[in-house]
């Protein structure tokens, strides 16, 4: 028979507090019947002859929101439980070490820098990526209305996605593009370089570039 911690307060706890008389009775089995990695088979059948109320799948997942997920067909996964139960997992820990390996056989370890982090910390690596994505998409845009020269498109957006992370650097970059175009505009092609070179070097063109004028006095020999 397994023990495990349980929160003695958790009657007065919001989100436990508004779950309906049957929700509380469904978290209860959850959370007791689940293994030491905080997962726990679905047996609807043997669910509903515990709990004495007729139980559905929809019910399961729908009424806990991020708190239980569903990772097999039969199969749920409890995050909360990890962090309430151990704490920071440590795979130096042997029965930490047996908890992740569950974890990663049942997939619900995937896509977590650590099981504790839950679904806070996926949905800002989510924001993160979008933000990435979006930073991107903005480089493609730069290089399409001002880039003088139309070769190396990719490499050189490879290059400048792991260096522009934000809009001021970005700002900065399409200030560059565009001196870069202006000061190359008469150049012939094979003498500008190509976007791939340029997303190396492209703070050399950051700061205001001035066209030399030769003053009419210039061109008359020195006495």
């Not at 749920?76 to 704490?87: A, D, H, L, R």
């Amino acid at each position: 028979m397994a023990k495990r911690f349980t929160d003695s307060e958790k009657f007065l706890n919001p989100w436990y507090r508004k779950l309906s008389l049957k929700q509380k009775v469904i978290w209860e089995y959850l959370i007791s019947m689940c293994n030491h990695a905080g997962i726990c088979m679905i047996d609807i059948e043997m669910m509903q002859l515990c709990i004495g109320e007729e139980i559905t799948w929809d019910e399961i997942i729908s009424s806990f929101g991020n708190r239980v997920k569903k990772v097999k067909d039969d199969k749920v996964f409890i995050p909360k439980f990890i962090e309430f139960q151990y704490g920071t997992l440590d795979e130096k820990n042997r029965v930490h070490k047996s908890v992740i390996d569950l974890l990663k056989k049942e997939g619900a370890y995937k896509g977590l820098t650590s099981p504790i982090q839950g679904c806070k910390d996926k949905d800002k690596d989510k924001d993160k990526d979008k933000d990435k994505e979006k930073i991107k998409e903005k480089i493609e845009l730069i290089y399409k209305n001002h880039y003088p020269r139309k070769e190396g498109k990719t490499l050189g957006i490879k290059t400048l996605t792991k260096e522009i992370k934000n809009e001021e650097t970005l700002a900065l970059f399409e200030k560059a593009v565009i001196q870069y175009a202006h000061k190359v505009r008469n150049e012939k092609k094979e003498f500008i370089l190509k976007f791939r070179n340029f997303a190396k070097e492209w703070r050399d063109y950051t700061e205001p570039t001035t066209d030399q004028q030769v003053l009419p006095w210039e061109d008359e020999p020195i006495c």
